[in-house]
Each structure stands twice: as structure tokens, then as C-alpha cells.
């Protein structure tokens, strides 16, 4: 008689990596220690918290360059994570490391942006300047160590250290070995948490955070292109000039001299991210052949990352930045509606600080015995988790006029 089906041989996720790769067996744990899944890696188990956490849901309607309500098919800051996070895979696969790591560090790396992307981060940070500024990073850190409540037996997610860790410093270290902040101090919030459960700053990230943000990289340099020509401030012939695109649409129009411009941009956005995640996998190839590292370790001490561009394709990339700052990111209507979201984010961080009781669900709550720079905190906390139609919904509620994001 066969016996009952049980869980001991179902397929786990643990296939064969690299042994520079970051080993979920070996993971370094949570700070609050719980049972391991019988069904999923301790990464599988932080993507799908990260997945169902309410910060996640709340990226839908917070701005990636064009204000939501300016279009359907825009990106914003959830299609944006969701794009990065493909591209992770694809690279973390193709390298031979953890897919679901590098996955999971590419979903949660924006949870901590404001309404209205960085004009609302550049506003709230001199709002906050008397008590240490704003940081989408750090406060990404505050939500999934803090703010998240959805367990019984903890605040935040409980995220594994891997997870944490690729957080913090996708970008790189964030101290030297004197402890000197590499750019600038580093944000409160952080420190307050490593104090706590060191997420050694002065090393580099592991291979899977690196990949999640060079897909960064990858993923808005080629969508930005697409939204801008969607709405009209780019257009293909613009793009011309710029090297990399440049050479692809020819390639594009000597292949398909007929094609229609929509199309045209489609292909265009296409073949730039396989040129660069191609790039991104041959360049990596070859450090990680030079380096021969033998353990994760390796990576994390290899003095420099070792996911990135080739020197061409860096320059390439630096080009398209170049342009998109010249004529996307600064062009006058763009500037425009960040100049009104910028006084909307102002505006609603004066009335909450002056009447804390103005912030609902319970927010201005304990606020009474809260310092300055408590109350602060606590306001940026609600503000930041706005999603930008709530901001305008909330300015509207509390004040006369409101400015059009149009």
C-alpha cells in the first residue's frame, strides 16, 4: 500500500549554483528566528512576503517619470519592480547564482519611494533636514524592518540577511574601512538597524544584489525611451544620435524599412535591453574569471563590483543618461507637474507636523509625548507610504486649492 504524500521530496529550489553564489542552506538567518519552510528557500519565502506586503500593492499608483493619471500604460513604480525583477532573474540565471535572491532584492528595492518619485523624495528630504534628511534606501530598510504589521510575532517581514543586506547596498558599500560614510553620512535609519544585525557596510553586496541593480540600470533606460516617446517629448528621430539607440534603429530600419513608428519604438526598447543584459553577462564572465572566486565570501571582499557594463557599454549607458536628463527628465512639462507635486508633498508635511490628529488611521496617535524629531520621523513615515493619488486626495481634504498634475 503506497504511503501518504508528505513534502520530503518535493522539488525545494535548491538546484546546482556556483560556488560564488549566495547559498540559501547557508543563509545567515532573520532577526527574529523562525521555523524553516518545508516547501520554500529562505528566498523563495522573502519574495513571497514581499510580494504580499502592502508597500508592494502601493507601488501601483506611485510615480516612475510620468504622473499616473497621465496614462494607462505609463510605468510606475510596481511595473517598474516587476521589469527589474525580470531582469534580475535572467542575469542571476545566466551567471549561475540565486534567482529567487536576486528576484526578491529587485521587488522590494523601491519600497521606500515617495508619491511622485524623486521630486517627492527631494522635497521631503529638506523637509527633514533638521533630523537627518530622507532616504528612499533607508526608509525602504524602515518599512520591511518596522513598518509592515502583519505577523503576530514581529514587526516589519523578518527578511532573511541576504535580502536585507542586497537592500541596503545594492549599490555598493555604504562605509569605508575607517567607517567614514563613501557618500556622505550614512542615514540614520540604517545605522540604527546594523546596531542591531550588521549588514557589514564597508563590504560589497553579494553577486544577486548586484544583479538586481544593474537591471535597475537596464530596465529604466530602456522604458523611460519607451514612456517618452509614448507621450510625445521623445521621438525616434531624436534618438538618432544617441549611440546606442542610435545604432539599433538603424539596424531596425534597414531590416524593416516599413515598419510603423509604434512598432519601430517596441523594437527599439526590445533589442536595447538584450544588448545590454548580453552585455552585462559577458563583462561579468570575464571578471568572474579573472577573480577565480571560490566562495561568496569572494565576491562580497572582491574590492569591486564585479556585475557590470563593460567599459563600452558603460559609456554607451552614460550617453543615454546624458540625453534622457537633457530631454525627458528636464524637459519644461515635466518640470511643471514636479514643481506642483513637489508643493503638494511640502504642504502636507507642514499640516501634519503643526496637527499631528490630521494624519488618519490613527497615525498622530502617542504623537503627544513624541520629540521633535520623533514626530517628524513619524510624519515622513505616513507621508512617503502615500501613493500619489492618495497625496492629492489628502491636499484636497485639507486645503483650499490643490495643484493640477497636468
Known sequence: MDSEPSLKNIGFGYRPRAPYATDPAASRGRLVTEPESPTRTPFQRDRDRIIHSTAFRRLKHKTQVFIAHEGDHYRTRLTHSIEVAQIARALARALCCDEDLAEAIALVHDFGHTPFGHTGEDALDERMARWGGFDHNAQSLRIVTELENRYAEFDGLNLSWETLEGLVKHNGPLI???????DGPVPQPILEYVAQHDLELARFAGIEAQCAAIADDIAYNAHDIDDGLRSGLLSLDMLKDVGLPGEILAQVESRYPDLDPVRRGHELMRRQITVMVEDVILASRRRLERLKPTSADDIHDAGATVVAFSDRMAEDEKQLKRFLYAN????????????????????????YFDRPQEMPDGWGEGV???DEAQKARLV????????DTYAVKEHRRLFDQTPELS
Open 380 to 387: 515622513a513615515d505616513f507621508l512617503s507610504g502615500m501613493t
Open 176 to 182: 569605508d574601512v575607517a567607517g567614514e560614510g563613501l
Open 368 to 370: 503627544r509625548f513624541a
Open 328 to 351: 525627458l527628465y528636464r524637459h519644461s512639462s515635466v518640470v511643471a507637474v514636479r514643481a506642483h507635486a513637489e508643493r503638494i508633498v511640502k504642504d502636507l508635511f507642514d499640516v
